[in-house]
């Protein structure tokens, strides 16, 4: 199966700051590659699908971009809402398989 | 609106049986494959299983297959998970989502989540 790693595992960072986020594929999947965010106690909610494309409702301070085995994702400046764990998902091949997340906390 | 919404968790014994469900509403179930996702107790989101919008094609984790069994009844709009020969290490949030449409999100993606059933085995 394909293992995603994401980096780091934690990022202190203060509202406003840039947020830089990094997901590793063990093999090639294209920009078969979606981004959630998770906040405690609530469901997952879809960010960005095929790499770079936000979905409906996502503001544009995030954004997507990589191919192939690396991917990041930024969000421009931190609003307190942003504050949260970040998992990537591949689909390029089954199993779909998620990375172990990225918790974004304030500083 | 949309919404799913998770029932049937609970605690039950290692080796025993449990089915969660979940209800679907406002779209037209029918038309979409929907997924299982779990979360263990502090750990991050492991994808469980799809099922095709007709029920006739599902797609498993190497870690559940053969146990876990993912099902749909169209005529009432609800998904379920059956789950045999229960392990520990199955205790979980879990998490019935809804497959991207293909239009504006595209397949195997998640786009709509419940909120979680919780499932503890234990003795």
């Known amino acids: 199966e394909i293992v995603l790693t994401q980096s780091p595992a934690t990022l202190s960072l203060s509202s406003g700051e840039r947020a830089t986020l990094s997901c590793r594929a063990s093999?090639?999947?294209?920009?078969?590659l979606g981004w959630y965010q998770q906040k405690p106690g609530q469901a997952p909610r879809l960010l960005i699908h095929d790499a770079s494309n936000r979905a409906t409702g996502i503001p544009a301070r995030f954004s997507g971009s990589g191919s192939e085995t690396d991917f990041t994702l930024t969000i421009s400046s931190l609003e307190p809402e942003d504050f949260a764990v970040y998992y990537c998902q591949q689909r390029a091949k089954w199993p779909l398989t998620f990375g172990g997340g990225t918790k974004v906390e304030i500083k | 609106q949309v919404h799913l919404v998770e029932s049937g968790g609970g605690v039950v014994q290692p080796g025993r049986s449990l089915r969660v469900s979940c209800a679907a509403s406002?779209?037209?179930?029918?038309?979409?494959?929907m997924h299982w996702v779990r979360q263990a107790p502090g750990k991050g989101l492991e994808w469980v299983g799809v099922?095709?919008?007709?029920?006739?094609?599902?797609f498993y984790a190497d870690s559940v297959k053969g146990r876990l069994t993912i099902s749909r009844d169209n005529s009432k709009n609800t998904l379920y998970l059956q789950m045999n020969s229960l392990r520990a290490e199955d205790t979980a949030v879990y998490y019935c989502?809804?497959?991207?449409?293909?239009?504006?999100?595209?397949?195997?993606?998640?786009?709509?989540w419940g909120k979680g059933a919780t499932v503890t085995v234990s003795s």
């Open positions: 406002g779209f037209t179930f029918s038309g979409y494959a």
């Open positions: 989502a809804r497959d991207g449409d293909s239009t504006s999100v595209p397949r195997y993606y998640m786009d709509v």
């Open positions: 093999q090639s999947i294209g920009t078969d």
């Open positions: 099922i095709s919008y007709d029920g006739r094609l599902s």
